[in-house]
């Protein structure tokens, strides 16, 4: 791994400027903690890492985006926070929620902020684009390439994936010399997801689920007289609406 590193910051030495993706979770502190480890503040005459804010994090997510910033900034990396429409605005102008096979959330609230952002600092497209995606996350990413040329997702940047090898084990003691500690969940940066998972939906507080409850029903019912809401009955054993989809999940 070390090898394989030294080699792709030899390669990438004629790239003037690094945009790490971050969300801040896990695998982002993993990421930043581990460029800097690797010299990438000497390869680089920029490294910046852009955060991408969906209006729909965790009431405690900002705490920690704060934390994560000043950390990259003491590592002498930029920060970058960038807004967007926000999730609730998004699902008003779309009427409706973001769920699967019309999950616009992710190209809404990230891809397209961070693509129009990135044109203002980096408009030809010359920037390398760092991402903490692991193999070991799951089978749909345990194939993931390291590095992709003209990435479309990227607006036609190079992307690179540094972490793709690292296991659990080596990413959480990189986390930890990060000054953080593992985090026992997900990414907060959109909470809940329109794909979590029981487990997931169990950290839902009980101010949480009126804020949901109360946007839910503002949003009134689809053409076919159902209520709009943030999940799928059939998908949460038949429940209706985020309260009954907090039961069920515990």
């Known amino acids: 791994a070390g090898d394989a590193a030294r080699g792709w910051l030899a390669l990438l030495e004629v790239c003037i400027m690094l945009i790490a993706s971050v ?20 390869q680089f005459d920029r490294v910046i890492c852009a955060y991408a804010d969906t209006g729909w994090a965790a009431k405690e997510w900002p705490a920690r985006v704060t934390a994560a910033e000043e950390m990259a900034r003491g590592l002498g990396f930029e920060v970058a926070h960038i807004e ?62 390291e590095h992709v040329e003209n990435s479309e997702q990227h607006g036609g940047r190079d992307a690179w994936y540094p972490l793709v090898r690292v296991q659990e084990e080596e990413r959480n003691a990189l986390i930890r010399r990060a000054g953080f500690e593992p985090l026992p969940h997900r990414s907060k940066e959109c909470f809940p997801c329109v794909n979590a998972n029981r487990r997931d939906l169990r950290l839902l507080s009980d ?31 038949g429940a209706v609406g985020i309260r009954e989809v907090a039961r069920w999940a515990s």
Not at 23 to 42: F, K, T, Y
Not at 94 to 100: D, I
Not at 114 to 126: A, K, N, Y
């Open 207 to 237: 101010e949480r689920v009126s804020e949901i409850e109360a946007l839910e029903t503002s949003m009134g019912f689809t053409g076919k007289g159902k209520p709009r809401t943030l999940f799928r009955p059939y998908r949460h054993g």
């Open 84 to 145: 967007s429409i926000g999730f609730v605005p998004l699902a008003r102008l779309r009427k409706g929620f973001p769920r699967n096979g019309m999950q616009f959330c992710t190209t809404e609230l990230k891809i397209k902020p961070i693509r129009s952002w990135m044109l203002t600092v980096d408009p030809g497209c010359e920037a390398t684009i760092a991402c903490g995606i692991r193999r070991e996350e799951s089978n749909h990413r345990s194939q993931w390439p």
């Open 23 to 42: 969300s801040w979770g896990n695998d982002s502190i993993a990421l930043v903690q581990w460029l800097h480890e690797h010299g990438a503040i000497a």
